[in-house]
Every structure is written in structure tokens, then in C-alpha cells.
């Protein structure tokens, strides 16, 4: 077995090890999934499980977003079809054109041939095990030991960072940055077309990972190690290769950058809106070991908070500088690490830049704690290399350039533990979370830094010993960072949605009122929400801003909104059953009017209440009925009218022209009618009866690429009541289609293809210059 096998092989080997262990149980068939969120809301409270629930840090995305994300794909994948809408949250909305779908992120086919619970579960392992093969092939690459990039690699993906965005699209976007800046490296040396293909491939990896933001901070990162070794050694086939290879990372995730691009035009959010950096106390989250709750002993915020780092990393990293063969690589990696701090915490002028630059400055740069986070990571390794390449007998001068630096990583690290020891607590932590047990990790690490200078370690000793404190290091600091749960209490079989009908003939939608259970969770049971946790649509949000709590990122009803609400706002949207707990302060309003809210049902504290005034999802209104009002201001006025007749009146911006090309209309009906025959994921099929010229209205938001045919004929889609798709029906019986097919999913996949097309004949028929043994 060659070396570049073997390393392979030991490097997932030890981060399966170590997975295996902060990962245990699993094993024992549970799942990391942090339940509290979902027992924690009075819906649900009757449900909570015998055995305890575990404090966790503020990750009720993974309960919220993620998991529902995964459920909504692998249910409809499943089904035969891609979910390219989405059905079940604000009232309608695109689903691939959000980039936290990441339907087309390669590791989530995992969903799509694996039930939803085991592919979720095998997500975690996989992402350690990629970031940390993929950073000891970088560290490698670049001139590390084998020790070192293993070191490197496990130092990376058990980061405070990724633990704690664990499960997320942004772990999944941070994991290849490794890959990343290893194909920068590969390409500089050997700008081959295999070389290529694989930065495009690393490059692309992030952006369909579904973390718009991470993607730009590790593709920043390398773009600017390649500008980097541009001027360090200039290299005209590199910038042709780096350039090929950006343009085929662009097709690859055209998939998802085309219907993204489109959906950002068309959100309730500014792309303008500037963070603020935090506070410089957060810095403490380098040293901090307590990770596991939403505010930790010493006040810092998790996840948004946490940086944990080895205490290794802090003593080897600056040692890095001290190699010749990998000394531009650290020059660069340390020039990464300070600028990243620089940004994340508003450290010197770097925040100040950032906050100037058109682009940059409407991240969330905290973030960039990632970059730095692997930069030290790599810099770790490489000073570990570099102690491993001491001679017997080091120079006094070597020796005490490896000492002098060496002390001022520990120095940094003792000052950042100091700080943080000193800030009263008033709770009892875990004895592996105080900042004494990271100071005894300090010692040690600093104390084997030392022998190995001193020449009291042998290589084989020294690589055991460091390898056994790093992991030792990340195992109790990343352990219990995510509870686990057992499968049955993943969104556990729910009565109060029990009582509601499963039909497809008469489709409805779930209006909560207050937060009698948690955002998104209609999804899970197969029911649609007015609400939803998601960026909305801005036309959605603007049609019941009032109703509403003032979020930027959710549309969540209020009780006061629904109650006081006197237009047909909510009915238009088709609510046809309300829920309320009774831990709200208004719920007896609701049992008190029964003329709006007819009682259905109630389980443990929380009341269904059925809307006998909602709209149908599609319905008719004659054309007599029709008020032309061009300003879309004017037309939400209108619809806020309580006086406003939405039964026999539609507010159009023009009056529609009858379509010539429908077929003739059936035989006239008596009685007009909307009957649902098919209601899929992105199309839904009616049959439709018309007394005379009518508008049908689908209670669903309007957005671009939704189709619609009569009796097989394309007709012209136009807007109604300022929110709502609708076309024109002459008298008569019709079959009507509505299929959501638009052109920015059909040209990002044809993009995709070319190049994903490109690159395989790029992989079959590229010749690899480079050494076999060279990785």
C-alpha cells in the first residue's frame, strides 16, 4: 500500500474514531436532534417524553428549518418529483430558489434513498469526517508531516464553530473551505484539467451547500490565497486555469443561483442592512469551553459566540512560521487568521474596511471566525510538522525562535483564560467546561511542545502524545454540544392535528394565533400554513404586516392581529382552522365568538378552531365583480377595507382580455363550482364551472413561473387582490392546470449540466502531471 493510501486511510480513520465517540449514542439508535424545542411549546407539552431533556445552545433552526427542509425534499423526491414550490409555509412560497433547500447539494442525496432520520444522523459524521480529510490534505499539500495534517484536520472539524453550527447549512458550506484552498494550491503547482476540475467542483461545493454567506467567506478565502501565490510566483497558466475554473464552478451551481437570485428580488429583506460587530468580550469564545447552552456561564451566546479552539492550536501555530519549506503558506494562512479576527470582532481597522465595501458589508462578518478558526487550524499543523522535522541536536537560535513563539501562544491563550476565570458565575458548570480544565490542556499541550524542543520525546512519542491531547481536547469540549433524541420523539404523532382532514378535494390552510407550537411544524405533519421561519415573500408580508409580529425573517400571526382584524385579509389566505393555546392571554376571546372561530377540538391546553368565512383555495368571482385600481398602495388599502366585498368583488390592475385561444368552454353550469382533482407539490389540476365570465383566484402568493392551461390551452396569468395569481374563465365547464415551471430553474439546470458535462470529460481526460505520491 503506498503512502498517499495510507495516509488517506488513517486520517478517516481517526476522525471516524473521534466522531464515533462524541457521536456514541447513536449507537444506541438515537438521534442528534434537539427536542426541546419542539416539547417546549404548550401544543406539545402533553407529548413530552419520560426521560429528561438535555440544555442545548439556541439551535432551533435544526427543529424549525433544516429538518422540515429535509422532510419537504425527501417526501417529494420520494413522490417522483423535485419540490421545486413549496406548499406548506407562508401561504406558498419557491422552496429550490431558497438557498437553505440545498436540493442539489450533493450530500443530501443521502435523504433521498435513506429514511429522513438515518440520512439526518449520518449528515453529522460526514461533515467531520469531510473537513478533516480535507484539511490534512491541504496541511499535506502544503508541506505538513502526517501527524501534522491529521492534527490539522481534527483541530479544524471539532472546532467551537463547526460544533456548534453543526446540522446547518452553514456547517455544510464551512467544511469546504479545506478543499478549497488544496485545489487553489494543486492548480498553482500543476494547472492540469484534472486540477481544474477539482477547484471547480471545491468552489461550487459551497454555494449549493445553501449558505449564501459562508460561501462568500471561503470563497473569498481563496481567491485570495490564489492572488497570494500569483504574487508570490507568477504564473500566466494559473490565472487562465483559475479563471476556467471559477467559470465552471458558476455553471455547476447555476442551479441554484439562478432561481436564487430571482427569489432575493422578490423577499422582504434589504440587502443593505449592516451588522453590527459584537461585543469584544466575545473574543473569550476562543478559550471557551462551555458550548452546550444558549448563554453560558460567562454571558457569551451560543451558537453566535462560539470559537473554541485546541489549546494545542494556540501553542502550535505560531511555530509555523518557523519552517522555511511551508514558511509562505503560514505567512499567508497567519495573514488570514488576523484579518479574520480583525473582522469578526471589530478589531482594529478591519471591521472598519468591511463595513465600506459594497458587498461585504451586508454579511454577517462575526462569522468569519470560520476562516480564522481554520487558519490556525493549518497553522497548527504546520507548527506540529515543524517540530517533528527538529533535528536531534536543534540550534540554540532554532530552539529558541520555536520557544519565543511557542510562549506567545500560550501567553495569548493563559491572558484569554485569565480574563474569562475572572468573570463571576452564578451557576455550576461541568468540570470538563471550566476554564481550569482548559488550562490544565494548556499545560499540557505547551508542556509536550516543550519536551519535544528539549529533545526529551522521541517523533513516536511526540505524535501520541499530541494526537491523545487534541482529541482528548475536542471530545469533552464538542460531547453533549447537541443532545440526542430517540426517533419516536422527532416530531411525535400530534393529535391536535389528528382531529383536522386529510383530503386533496378540498385543500386548507392552518392560521396559529400566538406561538402554541413552533414555526414551520405544519410541514411535518403534511398540513399548510399561512405563517412560516423563513425569509417571506414580500408580497406576503406586506399583505398582513399588520397582523403579524415585526420579524424581517418570519411571518408568525398575532393573537391580537387575528382577533382584532376586522377585513377578509386571513380568509382570503384560505385559513380554515385556528389554533390557540390557552397559556395566551386572549384565548377565551376566540370560544367567545363563535360566529368566527367554531370550536373543533382542543388537546391538553390548545384549542382548534374552525373559520367558517375562509375562502376556498380557488375560487370564482364574475367579471361584473371586477375593480380596476392600478396602484398596488391603493389595492392593499382597498383589501383592508372592512367594507371591502372580497365574495363578489377581485381588485385587478387591468381588466383582462378574454384569452382567444382556450378551447370552447363546456356546457354551462347552473351553479358555480371549483372541484380539485390533483394537488401535487408544484402542480394542481381543477375542474371548473362557470355561471359566466369569471376570474378564479388561487389563494396562494403570486410569484414568477407559475403556468396555467384551460382545456390544454396556455392562457395569460394575471394578479388579483394584490397577492394572488388568477387567470380569466369563460362560461362554461373547464379543466384547468397550474404548474410552477420557471425559467430561471430550467436555464440554471441547463448551465449545471454543460458544465457538470465539461467537467466529467475534464476528469476522464485529464492528465494528471503531479507525483501519485504527491497529494
Not at 462569522?367 to 481554520?374: G, N, Q
Request: glycine residues 6%.
Amino acid at each position: 500500500m503506498n503512502r498517499h493510501r495510507t495516509f488517506l486511510i488513517v486520517s478517516v480513520c481517526l476522525a471516524l474514531g473521534l466522531a464515533a465517540v462524541i457521536y456514541a449514542p447513536m449507537f444506541s439508535g438515537k438521534i442528534p436532534f434537539p427536542a426541546d424545542f419542539v416539547f417546549d411549546f404548550p401544543a406539545f407539552a402533553p407529548l413530552i417524553p419520560s426521560y429528561p431533556l438535555l440544555p442545548q445552545t439556541n439551535i432551533g433552526d435544526l427543529v424549525t428549518s433544516f429538518y422540515p427542509y429535509r422532510t419537504i425534499a425527501s417526501r417529494t423526491v420520494h413522490e417522483g418529483a423535485l419540490p421545486l414550490w413549496n406548499p406548506y409555509m407562508l401561504s406558498g412560497t419557491p422552496f429550490v430558489a431558497m438557498a437553505q433547500s440545498a436540493l442539489f447539494y450533493p450530500a443530501n442525496v443521502l435523504y433521498y434513498v435513506l429514511p429522513v432520520s438515518m440520512a439526518w444522523s449520518i449528515g453529522f459524521i460526514l461533515r467531520r469526517v469531510l473537513a478533516a480529510w480535507f484539511t490534512a490534505l491541504l496541511v499535506r499539500r502544503i508541506g505538513g508531516t502526517t501527524a501534522g495534517a491529521i492534527a490539522a484536520g481534527l483541530m479544524f472539524a471539532f472546532c467551537g464553530f463547526l460544533t456548534a453550527w453543526q446540522g446547518q447549512s452553514m456547517s455544510d458550506a464551512a467544511i469546504w473551505l479545506p478543499l478549497i484552498c488544496y485545489s487553489v494550491v494543486r492548480m498553482h503547482e500543476d494547472p492540469t484539467a484534472r486540477s481544474i476540475a477539482i477547484a471547480a467542483f471545491a468552489f461550487a461545493m459551497p454555494v449549493l451547500a445553501g449558505h449564501p454567506e459562508t460561501a462568500a467567506h471561503v470563497t473569498l478565502t481563496g481567491l485570495g490565497l490564489a492572488i497570494f501565490l500569483m504574487v508570490f510566483k507568477p504564473k500566466f497558466s494559473f490565472i487562465s486555469a483559475f479563471i476556467g475554473s471559477s467559470l465552471l464552478a458558476l455553471g455547476l451551481a447555476a442551479i441554484q443561483i439562478v432561481p436564487t437570485v430571482e427569489w432575493l428580488m422578490h423577499i422582504h429583506r434589504s440587502l443593505r442592512q449592516q451588522w453590527p460587530a459584537p461585543p469584544l468580550y466575545s473574543i473569550l469564545g476562543l478559550v471557551s469551553r462551555d458550548i452546550i447552552r444558549a448563554k453560558n456561564a460567562i454571558g457569551l451566546l451560543m451558537p453566535e459566540h462560539a470559537a473554541y479552539l485546541a489549546m494545542m492550536t494556540f501553542v502550535a501555530a505560531p511555530i509555523a512560521l518557523v519552517r522555511s519549506s511551508s514558511r509562505r503558506f503560514a505567512v499567508y494562512f497567519t495573514l488570514a487568521a488576523t484579518a479574520a479576527i480583525s473582522i469578526a470582532y471589530g478589531i482594529g481597522p478591519g471591521y472598519s474596511i468591511v463595513s465600506h465595501v459594497p458587498g461585504l458589508n451586508m454579511l454577517k462578518n462575526d462569522r468569519l471566525i470560520l476562516v480564522a478558526s481554520f487558519s490556525l487550524a493549518v497553522l497548527g499543523g504546520l507548527g506540529l510538522s515543524a517540530l517533528e522535522a527538529v533535528e536531534t541536536q536543534p540550534s540554540n537560535r532554532e530552539r529558541f525562535r520555536i520557544v519565543l513563539l511557542a510562549s506567545a501562544g500560550f501567553a495569548v491563550a493563559f491572558l484569554l483564560i485569565y480574563a474569562m476565570h475572572e468573570i463571576p458565575v452564578n451557576e455550576v458548570i461541568e468540570s470538563v467546561r471550566v476554564p481550569r480544565f482548559g488550562l490544565l490542556l494548556l499545560l499540557a499541550s505547551v508542556l509536550t511542545v516543550g519536551l519535544k524542543v528539549a529533545n526529551r520525546l522521541s517523533n513516536r512519542v511526540f505524535v501520541f502524545l499530541t494526537l491523545t491531547i487534541i482529541a482528548l481536547d475536542l471530545a469533552t469540549v464538542t460531547y453533549g454540544a447537541i443532545p440526542f433524541t430517540k426517533p419516536r420523539d422527532v416530531f411525535p404523532p400530534f393529535p391536535l392535528f389528528g382531529a383536522l382532514p386529510r383530503n386533496t378535494d378540498s385543500p386548507f390552510r392552518i392560521a396559529q394565533a400566538g406561538n402554541a407550537y413552533g414555526a414551520n411544524f405544519e410541514a411535518m405533519y403534511g398540513y399548510s400554513a399561512i405563517s412560516g421561519y423563513e425569509i417571506p415573500l414580500e408580497r406576503l408580508k406586506a399583505f398582513i404586516s399588520d397582523l403579524t409580529d415585526n420579524k424581517m425573517d418570519s411571518v408568525m400571526l398575532t393573537t391580537q392581529g387575528v382577533l382584532d382584524s376586522e377585513d377578509r385579509r386571513l380568509d382570503l389566505l384560505n385559513a380554515k382552522y385556528y389554533v390557540v393555546s390557552m397559556w395566551d392571554s386572549r384565548y377565551l376571546e376566540f370560544r367567545n365568538q363563535p360566529e368566527r372561530f367554531r370550536f373543533v377540538h382542543t388537546f391538553g391546553d390548545t384549542d382548534v378552531y374552525e373559520n367558517p368565512r375562509a375562502f376556498p383555495r380557488a375560487f370564482l368571482i364574475p367579471v361584473s365583480g371586477i375593480e380596476i385600481i392600478e396602484n398596488e398602495s391603493d389595492q392593499l388599502r382597498r383589501i383592508k377595507n372592512p367594507n371591502f366585498d372580497a365574495e363578489h368583488c377581485v381588485i385587478l390592475s387591468s381588466m383582462p382580455a378574454p384569452d382567444v385561444t382556450a378551447a370552447p368552454a363546456g356546457p354551462a353550469s347552473t351553479t358555480p363550482n371549483v372541484e380539485w382533482v390533483v394537488n401535487r407539490t408544484n402542480s394542481f389540476e381543477l375542474n371548473v364551472s362557470a355561471v359566466e365570465p369569471s376570474i378564479l383566484v388561487v389563494s396562494q402568493i403570486d410569484y414568477p413561473g407559475w403556468k396555467a392551461l384551460v382545456d390544454g390551452h396556455v392562457v395569460s396569468l394575471t394578479r388579483a387582490d394584490y397577492a394572488f395569481p388568477a387567470i380569466f374563465v369563460s362560461q362554461g365547464t373547464h379543466h384547468v392546470r397550474f404548474s410552477f415551471e420557471p425559467l430561471t430553474f430550467k436555464s440554471g439546470l441547463a448551465l449545471s449540466l454543460l458544465a457538470g458535462a465539461i467537467l466529467l470529460v475534464m476528469i476522464l481526460r485529464g492528465t494528471d502531471r503531479s507525483n501519485p505520491n504527491r497529494l
